[in-house]
Nanobody, 112 residues
Framework: QVQLVESGGGLVQAGGSLTLSCTASGSGFGYNLPHWYHRPPGEQREWVAKMSTSGEILYHASVKGRFTMSMDNAKVTTYLQMNSLEPADTGVYYC??????WGQGTQVTVSS
């Protein structure tokens, strides 16, 4: 069964950085376009970054300029580089594609 597995979360002080990874098992992402979502404590999931069909990476306004999404050349792992982290960035981060569904998520906690 093809799965998405996120990693890289942790506890960081405000202003710090983390890099999250999402690896697609099996044959990798292939032509599927990965998305990153954020679920703050007690709230709904919302997207933060996603690859479009044109190849452009789109960012939610709340993370634009601070987060960078990328993909390795083998299209097996996608990354979310998070800089200048804020307490509002705290929550669980998920990777998603329409074909793979959701990963299990990785917890990010930003202390003030």
């Amino acid at each position: 069964q093809v799965q998405l597995v996120e990693s890289g979360g942790g506890l960081v002080q405000a202003g710090g950085s983390l890099t999250l990874s999402c690896t697609a098992s099996g044959s990798g992402f292939g032509y599927n376009l990965p998305h990153w979502y954020h679920r703050p404590p007690g709230e709904q999931r919302e997207w933060v970054a996603k690859m479009s069909t044109s190849g452009e990476i789109l960012y939610h306004a709340s993370v634009k300029g601070r987060f960078t999404m990328s993909m390795d050349n083998a299209k097996v792992t996608t990354y979310l580089q998070m800089n200048s982290l804020e307490p509002a960035d705290t929550g669980v981060y998920y990777c998603y594609t329409a074909a793979h569904g959701w990963g299990q998520g990785t917890q990010v906690t930003v202390s003030s």
